[in-house]
């Protein structure tokens, strides 16, 4: 069931920031500098504040974390 799944490495994730804006991320263990990312798709190491935030929660889950003293909110929307 797709409400069983939770964030984990390589799983693609559909995010929704608290500005409505929202974005597909992979979280991968560590991104090659020159590596390109997929037009929709954002590649993020396992090492920045959003995926250390919502490594291991579920769809319908909202998160908070801090990026350099500001509060970011999202919720998760898909997994795959």
């Given at each position: 069931?797709?409400?069983?799944?939770?964030?984990?490495?390589?799983?693609?994730?559909?995010?929704?920031?608290?500005?409505?804006?929202?974005?597909?991320?992979?979280?991968?263990?560590?991104?090659k500098p020159d590596?390109?990312n997929q037009f929709?798709?954002?590649?993020?190491?396992?090492?920045?504040?959003?995926?250390?935030?919502?490594?291991?929660?579920?769809?319908?889950?909202?998160?908070?974390?801090?990026?350099?003293?500001?509060?970011?909110?999202?919720?998760?929307?898909?997994?795959?």
């Open positions: 069931m797709l409400q069983d799944l939770v964030v984990d490495l390589n799983k693609l994730v559909k995010i929704r920031f608290s500005d409505g804006y929202e974005l597909f991320i992979r979280i991968v263990e560590q991104k590596e390109i929709e798709e954002l590649k993020v190491d396992t090492k920045t504040p959003a995926a250390k935030a919502i490594l291991g929660h579920r769809i319908g889950e909202k998160i908070e974390y801090v990026v350099e003293e500001n509060i970011q909110r999202v919720s998760i929307l898909e997994i795959q």
